[in-house]
């Protein structure tokens, strides 16, 4: 009988890992971190290897099947990293199978196999011929001299059907040529130019130093670095990861959305490069093919800088030095669905785990984060003033009450925008709606189109000719009258960013307009050809939705103009205020980021708002003041703690009569506030009838005390109705 027998995660929902005997013939291969097919029922399954133990005396492993074959030549994770994913699964109270097949590239967890490893040939000289015949072979000979190791489609760039040379030259003996391992190009064959690190200010020096003093302490180290906009956050991360690479470790930069990698990924680039420091992204951008590629040399070592958006928290490091997580108020760190983690959260729990610093960087910092570094639980760093001692950009408030109005602009706002195109100067149009209109209104009885799935109605898309649901992806093509009355005065209604820029080319047809949202962007390498147009000076207006927000850094810049600011304001969400100041702010700080003086512009129905007011004035201090009182009263985070249980299923009775049942078995917890249940906002999505039900505590154990029982929560339910649990939710919906 064998000695030792190994646990696998089945990466599917069950509840613990499952012990497989090893095989015969591949015992050796079987270790940590590697996948493997085994026997679950009756069929076969992949599973994660998490340990391979001893077998005690008083085991009886007659009843266990073996593992059938193992898939990976070399573990995918290490082992800290199966350990982190472990914790991150008990602490979401999600399968820990699933969890480890979230965290994997995807396309690993079924039986299809990994994507195909790439192969090239290379070419090298293995002597140095006395004569060759011809000039051709003298050419091609002298260049893999001087460059070799030689990628054959390297030569074919360079010479024109170099084959029977290179056929003619290993044939003499003087170069030899085998088959390699190849990786895909992520960066789309985009190179950089070199630059050369800035003077830092004395504030930047001394968040550095600070940074670079918890790295050599060895040991976790959470920092808060509050930088208003243009401030140079960038140049501290850059310089404090110069301090990672020299001590011989490994860094990792997370951003909330893929529309942030190109810019940060090419400033990375350029300062790294020269100096023989490889970059590697992680995102979902990437083909499936590449994320493998990518993974496979991060776990080779072969990576000194990883970044990516949240799901990057997971990349097999094996020298972990540092972790930045840029933008960090931003909710993209959230998961919505499945496994619901928080990718600044992970973030810091892999930090402390594996004893290295962690910066988390923004210009609007949550408030959750903000009261830490309150209360000493973040080390604060400060960056109050613009680089070059540039100025905040000039807010004003156009009360759209007393507006003229035109197409969705006023009149100050057109005169702005006039202004710039005359100057040669750049504008960004802020509007968080994405489509030509949100619905399509029937003028004679007032219907619209709405979602079979969803509880929304279809944003209309006039470049496709589709109404689209932007939850479950429904598409139709409208009629050419109305599907309730029959009427042909079917017209859009309100304006997204479609139709925003539909109407600016008719306003100013001789202006570049670009759109930049989930739609324009959807294309591979869409976004990079958008920030090098916007940066080459390509673009004169560019329309977007809260994807323009985020961190770009476009130095000829110099209005900004927000539409529909009131429409975050008055969202159900006791966040609300939060979420409306971090856009305004962070919208706001992409003008006047070059030399030029940047001017703001903020419609409007309620400037009187105390949110707007903060906004205006750059006074984040001020909206703390006045958020966290509310939120305290109210124990709302940071003051307390919330999970969001959320029963769904396609009978309606059933999910109701599920939910009713669950919240009466709650209601016997001890120190918890059980809320609900109540229909979710969206209370139909995807075809399922969703009810939640609110969990608040003022400590974290009574919530996890409550969590341990969950496991028996679902005996509550049929088959038909399943339970989602969210842990630190994001939003309600």
């Not at 290490?78 to 914790?87: A, G």
């Not at 195109?421 to 960004?428: A, D």
């Not at 400037?607 to 006074?619: K, Q, R, T, Y």
């Amino acid at each position: 009988m064998t000695s030792r027998y190994a646990e696998v995660a089945i990466l599917a929902p069950l509840p613990r890992a499952l012990s497989y005997l090893l095989p015969q013939t591949q015992a050796d291969s079987v270790v940590p971190g590697v996948r493997v097919k085994v026997p679950l029922g009756r069929r076969h399954a992949v599973g994660v290897v998490v340990a391979v133990k001893a077998v005690a005396a008083e085991q009886d492993l007659t009843r266990l099947k073996a593992i059938d074959a193992v898939l990976d030549d070399e573990p995918l994770l290490t082992e800290p990293l199966l350990r982190f994913v472990e914790r991150a699964s008990q602490y979401y109270i999600h399968p820990f199978g699933l969890t480890l097949k979230t965290a994997l590239p995807a396309g690993l967890g079924s039986l299809q196999g990994a994507p195909k490893i790439l192969h090239t040939r290379v070419y090298r000289c293995s002597d140095t011929p006395t004569r060759l015949r011809g000039a051709v072979q003298q050419q091609i000979f002298s260049f893999i001299q001087q460059h070799q190791p030689v990628d054959l489609a390297v030569l074919r760039d360079h010479f024109s059907n170099p084959h029977p040379v290179l056929k003619r030259l290993e044939s003499l003996g003087v170069v030899n040529s085998l088959e390699q391992e190849s990786s895909r190009d992520p960066f789309g064959g985009v190179s950089v130019e070199d630059d050369r690190a800035p003077e830092l200010s004395e504030q930047q020096l001394q968040a550095v130093a600070a940074v670079v003093e918890g790295l050599n302490a060895g040991q976790f180290q959470p920092f808060l670095l509050h930088g208003i906009t243009g401030s140079g956050k960038t140049e501290v991360y850059l310089h404090s990861i110069d301090a990672v690479v020299a001590a011989g470790r490994q860094a990792l930069v997370l951003v909330p959305e893929i529309a942030l990698t190109p810019q940060l990924v090419a400033r990375f680039r350029s300062r790294f490069e020269q100096q023989g420091v490889r970059i590697g992204v992680l995102h979902s951008g990437l083909s499936a093919a590449e994320r493998y590629d990518m993974w496979r040399a991060i776990i080779r070592d072969e990576i000194a800088i990883v970044i990516g958006a949240r799901s990057a928290v997971f990349a097999p490091l094996r020298r972990l030095g540092m972790i930045v997580v840029d933008e960090e108020h931003d909710d993209s760190y959230k998961q919505g669905e499945g496994f619901r983690y928080h990718g600044r959260d992970m973030a810091l729990l892999r930090g402390q785990m594996e004893q290295v610093p962690v910066v988390l960087g923004s210009a609007t910092p949550s408030l959750t984060s903000f009261y830490r570094m309150q209360q000493g639980a973040l080390t604060g760093l400060s960056l109050p003033c613009r680089i070059g001692d540039r100025v905040l950009p000039e807010v004003t408030l156009i009360d759209m009450r007393e507006a003229e109005v035109e197409d969705g602009l006023s009149q100050p706002l057109i005169d702005a925008l006039t202004l710039r195109l005359e100057r040669g100067e750049q504008s960004l149009l802020l509007l968080n709606r994405r489509g030509f209109s949100p619905f399509l209104l029937c003028r004679d009885c007032g219907g619209s189109y709405r979602c079979p799935n969803c509880d929304i109605t279809l944003t209309w898309h006039r470049q496709a000719a589709t109404l689209r649901c932007h939850y479950c992806d429904f598409v139709q093509t409208p009629q050419d009258s109305c599907p309730h009355c029959g009427g042909a005065a079917m017209e859009p209604e309100g304006m997204g960013t479609e139709r925003l820029a539909a109407e600016l080319s008719e306003r100013f047809p001789t202006a570049r307009i670009a759109r930049m949202d989930r739609d324009s962007t959807a294309a591979k390498g869409a976004q990079q050809q958008l920030v090098t147009r916007m940066e080459a000076g390509d673009v004169d207006i560019l329309v977007g939705t809260q994807m323009i927000a985020k961190g770009h850094d476009f130095g000829a810049v110099t209005l900004v103009g927000i539409l529909d600011a009131d429409a975050a304001l008055n969202f159900p969400d006791f966040r609300a205020a939060e979420r409306s100041f971090s856009l305004l702010a962070q919208v706001a700080g992409r003008a006047g980021r070059g030399d030029l003086k940047g001017e703001v512009l903020v419609q409007t129905y309620a400037p009187d708002s105390p949110v707007l007011e903060c906004a205006v004035s750059h006074d984040y201090l001020r909206f703390v003041e006045l958020e966290l009182p509310m939120r305290q009263l109210l124990l709302y985070p940071p003051y307390g703690y919330l999970v969001n249980l959320v029963v769904s299923g396609l009978d309606r009775d059933a999910v109701s009569g599920c939910a009713e049942r669950l919240a009466e078995q709650l209601m016997t917890a001890a120190d918890v506030e059980v809320l609900g249940p109540a229909a979710c906002p969206l209370y139909r999505l995807r075809n399922r009838y969703r009810m939640q039900i609110l969990l608040k505590a003022q400590s974290r154990a009574a919530l996890r005390i409550l969590l341990n029982q969950s496991g028996q929560w679902r005996k509550l339910f049929p088959a038909t109705v399943t339970l989602a649990i969210d842990v630190d939710p994001a939003d309600m919906m």
